[in-house]
Nanobody, 123 residues
């Protein structure tokens, strides 16, 4: 079992930055690929970014490429999402997730989820 707790969300103006954190506890953190997803009201949950078990590989949705950066700290059992140049369309609840195997883009193939943190970008 893995427990995930997100933090760092909030209200920011367009063009601003936020850093989300996801603290993991339970089973060995390095055993899991970690991902960030987001869900806006009335929309499906969508893939944002993922990072491999050892942190060597990262993956991004086209909509955030060049603006968001995912990273992980094994010593702290934490994964981060640095979000720069935020846009109003980035407004959503952001979720951290852990995956033992499967496609990195599909929410249904992640094993554990956090409770989410709200990000609101004002224009």
């Amino acid at each position: 079992q893995v427990q995930l707790v997100e933090s760092g969300g909030g209200l920011v103006q367009a063009g601003g930055s936020l850093r989300l954190s996801c603290a993991a506890s339970g089973r060995i953190f390095i055993s899991y690929r970690m991902g960030w997803f987001r869900q806006a009201p009335g929309k499906e949950r969508e893939f944002v970014a993922a990072i491999s078990r050892n942190g060597d590989s990262t993956y991004y949705a086209d909509s955030v490429k060049g603006r968001f950066t995912i990273s992980r700290d094994g010593a702290k059992n934490t994964v981060y999402l640095q979000m720069n140049s935020l846009k109003p369309e980035d407004t959503a609840v952001y979720y951290c997730a852990a995956q033992s195997r499967g496609s990195k883009n599909w929410a249904t193939e992640y094993d554990y989820w956090g409770q989410g943190t709200q990000v609101t970008v004002s224009s």
